[in-house]
């Protein structure tokens, strides 16, 4: 039951991921956690969530664009991600998990509702780094790097398209980082991402179907669906620290 179980989140994040880009480190940690504790999901879903990052990210048309725009956010992620596994558990998981839960859903909904509420291609320059240092530092603290990416995008405004590139290369360079600060700080052996590479399958089964959802999908509702993802994100991270 508990495989079952672990192969039915793996879908659901897997087809989420597919349709708007985000959802699979949300759905996937918090509910694989439950069953299997913080550290055994990670290790589970750090190969997944690269996978499916890569697959989304390598997009011809929009990729060097991304990249060019995105880099010092990335490469300050990347950085911290690595150096801050090292500090993984020393903050109190409740505290965090609140405040971030808190600025998950209060952020991108006025960002929603109100939209001259943006940051500007001037502020970039140093809200990107910033971003991604953030991101990498609570990342390793409590494997949560998606909460800093995701507020930071909804200010942006990206059309679809370009959102689903940008977030997916943005988590790839998360998940590489705390990957290898898993592994060089001793939290996870390298037989434990044979498991993770079989989870591949039912997450790549559900991003396909997701992928099929999404064309469907106006900007407006695309905007609405990745709203409620941030709101039932936020949920989830305060519920689980009450």
Known sequence: MTVLYCILVLFVGGAVKGAIGIGLPQIGVSFIALALGLKQ?????????????????CDRKFFAPILLRFWPLLIAMFVF??????LF?????????????????VLPTIAFFRPQFRITRQQEVWAGPFT??????????????????????????LPKDEFVVAVSLMFLTAAVGLGLG???????KPMDFGISTAACVPV?????????????????????????????????FIAKAV
């Open 182 to 188: 898993l592994v060089l700080f001793g939290i996870s």
């Open 132 to 157: 991604g240092a953030m991101a990498g530092l609570i990342g390793g603290l409590s494997t949560l790097s998606g909460p800093p990416l995701m507020i930071y995008l909804s200010c942006l405004r």
């Open 41 to 57: 999901a990670l290790a589970i879903l750090v190969l997944p969530i690269m996978a499916s990052n890569v697959s989304q990210s």
């Open 204 to 236: 790549f089964l559900g991003m396909w179907i997701g992928k099929k959802a999404r064309v469907r999908l106006s900007e407006r509702a695309f905007s609405t669906a990745v709203l409620l993802t941030y709101v039932v994100t936020g949920l989830s």
């Open 89 to 105: 558990g020393i903050i109190p998981e409740s505290g965090l998990m609140i405040s971030l839960g808190v600025l998950v859903i």
């Open 81 to 86: 991600s690595i150096l801050s596994v090292s």
